[in-house]
């Protein structure tokens, strides 16, 4: 469906083609994962079907491994996991940030996270940054110090030069310093930067003045760049469907990280969102993984990168486990696991029903199980980049509501200008009942002569759909093992109009509830 319905509401949008707003960062939509189960994505009985997944997003995409574990780790990882890492680098050219131990409970890679906590801090984090560079070698862009500080079960603080514990952000922020320059030391002006902070737990909760703490002590030593964590600042466990998707949730969210924007930009450095998802605590089932994380996903990935963060880093904890139980509701891709038995392939709770013991057999292979939220990252993909498997290559340009006309939908447009001259405009319905035409005025006929629809379409369940939705009439759905998306592309053709009464051409969407539309005008060069 290509043509306006009469019946439905129509809304009018100006797009300024001309105008430039920020850039888009080469990779900006990436990933996050705990320590715990990484290994799981280099199993290289199955690494080329997680391989199919993640080189969607990125020739080269940004992986960060910490949180939780980071902080909570005993250990600098075993050989098995670095292997297992350096199979993954080797089949998708990922690069890495992980996160050392501050509180000595974690440690990270790909946007490596060091742990932070404990006295045995800097030495974790310097075997982690040993093992990394011999097994990644110049993979890692970034270490991460320390995870979410204010959520260590002691509360914020730090240890004195006594050894002693102090609470309070004082006393953080002079840890925090003494463990970085050892870490990264900066003797020498051409030393490098390398590392990353302070990963607050959520950008909505914290002072501005806390980062300050931590920019102004690192910026000239050993600070790459500055990291939060940002989740909607709403109850997890109360939140409806249409509260999460508000427009005022997310512009409180906008506002806080604003803040944070401004402060970094004055030192030149910038904000990653090294952790981020629909909801704390890995989601609500029944709503992060049904379509409405995915237009939540979607729509996120739009606001954050118009406000200037690096990257965003969309956070599947762990995965999964073998057992079925722990894989959580935001992620984009769940680690499900077969075991072989009988030359055919059971999960574990299969096997419990045929009362066969999983632990004889052999270790289960874990295989990627594509959830709804990860067609918001393939539809932020093809506006972003034009394709997949493509570095982003746009600019924002700016966008109006002229008239809402009698569309009360929950309606958002995005509008890019790539470097080839296309116009790419997202228009995003994350109502889950009102329809809506959607009237274009582009100030530049030359975009008004050939165009093309995408559509990201719901299943059955509406909004509420877990399985069935299809982006580009392609779909995950049979998708076995193979990590691989099904059938053939279908993207549409559309005729332009004219409004000579404005003096601009354009074109009429129609946009169903619970869906979300993707419209490429080529700019004609005669």
């Not at 050894?163 to 003797?187: E, L, M, T």
């Not at 989601?283 to 739009?302: C, E, H, Q, R, Y």
């Not at 394709?387 to 109006?400: E, I, Q």
Request: proline share 6%; net charge positive.
């Amino acid at each position: 469906m290509v043509q306006p319905v009469a019946a439905w509401p129509t809304a009018t949008v100006s797009v300024s083609s001309g105008s430039s707003a920020r850039r888009v960062p080469e990779t900006f939509l990436s990933t996050s994962h705990e320590y715990n189960r990484i290994h799981d994505y280099g199993d290289e009985r199955n690494v080329a079907s997680w391989a199919e997944v993640f080189k969607m997003l990125s020739p080269s995409p940004i992986i960060r491994v910490g949180g939780a574990s980071q902080d909570k780790m005993t250990q600098v990882p075993d050989d098995a996991t670095w292997k297992a890492l350096k199979l993954l680098q080797q089949k998708t050219n990922a690069r890495f940030i992980l996160g050392l131990p501050l509180f000595i409970l974690g440690l990270p890679l790909f946007i490596l996270g060091l742990p932070l906590w404990p006295k045995n801090a800097t030495a974790m984090g310097k075997q982690i940054i040993a093992a990394s560079k011999k097994y990644l070698g110049n993979s890692v862009i970034v270490y991460e110090l320390g995870n979410e500080p204010e959520f260590w079960p002691t509360g914020l603080g730090g240890y004195d030069a006594k050894g002693k514990w102090k609470p309070g952000i004082d006393a953080y922020a002079k840890w925090f310093d003494v463990v970085a320059r050892q870490v990264n030391p900066c003797n020498h002006r051409e030393d490098p930067k390398f590392l990353s902070g302070p990963g607050w737990g959520n950008v909505n909760t914290q002072p501005t003045s806390w980062l300050a703490r931590v920019l102004y002590t690192g910026k000239d030593c050993y600070l790459a760049e500055t990291n939060i964590h940002y989740y909607p600042y709403i109850d997890n466990t109360t939140v409806t469907p249409k509260q999460l998707l508000s427009q005022s949730l997310q512009d409180f969210g906008l506002s806080k990280y604003g803040e944070y924007q401004r402060l970094v930009e004055k030192e030149k450095l910038g904000v990653r969102i090294s952790e981020t998802n629909s909801l704390y605590g890995g989601g609500k089932v029944n709503m992060s993984d049904t379509l409405i994380g995915g237009l939540w996903v979607a729509d996120a990935l739009f606001a954050f990168a118009r406000a200037g963060a690096k990257g965003f880093h969309l956070h599947w904890g762990i995965g999964g486990h073998p057992t079925g139980d722990l894989g959580q509701p935001n992620t984009g891709v769940q680690t499900n696991f077969y075991y072989k038995y009988k030359n055919a392939t059971y999960e574990f709770k299969q096997l419990q029903a045929l009362r066969v013991d999983a632990s004889k057999l052999e270790k289960p292979v874990p295989w990627p199980s594509v959830h709804a939220p990860w067609y918001g990252y393939l539809f932020w993909t093809i506006a972003a980049a034009g394709k997949y498997n493509s570095k982003s290559d746009a600019t924002f340009v700016n966008t109006k509501v002229e008239d809402k006309g009698k569309c009360g939908a929950n309606m958002k447009v995005w509008a890019l200008r790539a470097d080839n001259g296309d116009l790419r405009i997202a228009l995003i319905n994350k109502d889950d009942a009102i329809n809506c035409n959607m009237k274009l005025w582009i100030d530049d006929k030359r975009f008004c002569r050939t165009a093309s629809i995408s559509k990201l379409l719901p299943g059955q369940a509406g909004i509420k759909s877990k399985g069935n939705i299809t982006w580009q009439g392609q779909t995950y759905e049979n998708a076995g093992f193979t990590g691989k998306i099904q059938g053939s592309t279908v993207v549409m053709q559309i005729e332009s109009k004219q409004y000579p009464k404005v003096g601009k051409c354009g074109f009429e969407v129609p946009v169903p509830a619970s869906s979300a539309a993707l419209l490429v005008a080529k700019k004609a060069t005669k």
